[in-house]
């Protein structure tokens, strides 16, 4: 059976659809992705000092091209004496492990119990939308807060946090279109053919709705992160002295007053840059691959 | 209609009931509450004192309950580290978080709902292009890093505005902006769509064939029922804004619910965080069941839909 041909494409009438088509792929916002995951990946090869350790001797050394500032730590260093780009590289290697790992967890969780809340309804549907609902009305950053106060900082403290906190945004949207899909003929075929409810999620549902959770994926991946630098920056994230760009621009705080203006604008880059691309991605793909999510 | 709104309130409710034990649950079944419970560095004694006082050594569902009775009279437990009940602080606090919010609100209305109209009454030229620009920053970016470059620029560099704390309006404008960035690139897209929505329905023809001049079908048809939807969101963002600021509220040392959350996670004092995230949970659900009555009020479909 072809699955994929049974995609509608809605008829589109509203004037959005000509606005959002006009990017065909966004090169450059996949292009800074790649370059983040090879440098996060590569991270040992390409920093030219040890991220952790710093020498107390050369602390708050502006970049290179500022008075001051030598082309050995080409962007500075901090309070510790740590140099700034190895930081930033391996500050990478941390926002896309925990983003994406949190992101895919999440969407497993998320995409499972949707799919079984909408396939099977009744009360199993009742108790994980009213679970849903009640997840989703809790600020996301404060349930994140507070989860993380619990458990304590670790990195894999973290992931599990984020997708325990996002996996509600999967289920809501995959939910609603299982409810439409077990509706269709290839469904009820299934189910004339003597499939058992599981193979019948498994194998009909489970790929029709793997678009959609690959959209809410990519569009989550900036928020991830963002929630991620945000628990950072409060001292309940990853914590020091691994190097998270939400870390170094929480210690950078301190020292913005008097104008050490590269210890914070310059993660903060970091993390605009990467979400900033995986939005405009996530935009595009939610274009191309699903045309109902549209709307979202 | 009664039945509606009954069962509104029955969800509401299940809701509320819920978010209690989502909370009672991961605080007992990640460890010891105790050592949560108790101040940093207590001894033996003390925890097992606290054990003792707090029902801990009680199986889950009194404890549970015990739980649930204390938060029927509206005690979420003592701040250790201010030694006043959680409740008292936080309504202490909230003043201030809503003043906040508020100005962030009118801020984000001011720039979300023009820009909107301009992107809606052109699709794809100038303002329609320039917003898409402004409403994607305005969602990629983390509003903490937006509020330190703004301190960076008009305190350090300018030196124009206060970094931090609170009393004068000018203390106001930078949190103000940092927060209500985000929510107006979120305005703008809601008055962008529902402008579109309306340009497009049979009345506003009809002002055209008439041969009203464009500005006036705007102005008058169009934009004043756009409107509608934006500002029913705008309330619910409000409670949002309050609840989101935290980043905001610590980079500026604005002293609101935020910045007290802050503390609570600083000072190990976990009443407070628990407090705090209690009451949000329940201000957005007790919200949003606001909404869907006003709603069901307004608009007849809906309630005959359910």
Redo the contacts between chains.
Sequence with gaps: MTIQAEIIVLPSS???R??LR?GDFPLIPALIIGVIALVAIFANLLAPHNPEIGSLTARFRPPFWETGGSTKYLLGTDQLGRDVLSRLIFGARVSMVVGFTAVIFAGAVGTTLGIISGYLGGWVDQVIM??T???L???A???A???A???GPSMWNIVIILGLVYWTRYARVIRGEVLSLKEREFVRLAIVAGCSKWTIMRRHILPNVINSAIVIGTLML?VVI?TE??LS????GVPPPEPAWGLM?SD??QS????R?WL??LP?CC??LM??SA??LGDWLRVKLDPQLRQL | MKQYIGKRVGYCLLSLFLLSVTIFFFVRVTGDPATLLVEPGASHADMDAIRHQFGLDQPLWVQYGIFMSSLAHGDLGQSFYYRTPVLELYLSRLPNSLYLAAVAMALSLLIGIPSGVLASVRVGGFWDSFGKMFTLLGLSLPSFWVGLVLILVFSVYLGWLPSSGAGTPMHLIMPAFALGWYFAAAHMRLTRSAMLEVLGSEYVKLARLKGLPQSLVIAKHAFKNALIPVLTFAGINLVIMVNVSVVVEVVFAWPGIGRLLYEGISFRDFPVVQGVVLIAGAMIVIVNLVIDILYAVIDPRIRLES
Aim: net charge neutral.
């Design positions: 509203s004037p959005e000509s606005s006009l009213r679970i609902d009640t997840w009305a809790l600020p950053l404060m349930f807060i507070f989860l106060a619990i458990v900036g963002i630098a945000s920056f409060l001292g309940v621009l950078g705080k913005l007053m008097v104008g203006w914070s604008v903060g993390i605009m979400v900033l939005n405009l």
